[in-house]
């Protein structure tokens, strides 16, 4: 079983920068299309972003067009998310997530990694 281990959150002012990482393990990192989705307390779970299992196709949620970027290295099994003019309402958990249907049908991902954004 593929494990997804995310890292890179932690506080920053609005309008800072952060960028995720989520390193996988196992050989078929490659053949998989990746994303990644939030969750905020109270809230329901919210797409960001998507990248095929080539880096050459992505999906944005509109929330994030524009600010955030994913990005993948197949040889270093590992996708990030560049994340720009953070807003507070960014604030949430973030998941690395394997996509089983493109590009929101999420069927695996990490334990996550807290981002806050201050006002």
């Known amino acids: 079983q593929m494990q997804l281990v995310e890292s890179g959150g932690g506080l920053v002012q609005a309008g800072g920068s952060l960028r995720l990482s989520c390193a996988a393990s196992g050989r078929t990192f490659s053949t998989y299309h990746m994303g990644w989705f939030l969750q905020a307390p109270g809230k329901e779970r919210e797409s960001a972003a998507a990248i095929t299992w080539s880096g050459a196709g992505t999906y944005y949620a509109d929330s994030v067009k524009g600010r955030f970027t994913i990005s993948r290295d197949n040889a270093k099994n590992t996708v990030y998310l560049q994340m720009n003019s953070l807003k507070p309402e960014d604030t949430a958990v973030y998941y690395c997530?394997?996509?089983?249907?493109?590009?929101?049908?999420?069927?695996?991902w990490g334990q996550g990694t807290q981002v806050t954004v201050s006002s």
């Open positions: 997530a394997k996509v089983g249907t493109w590009p929101t049908g999420y069927n695996y």
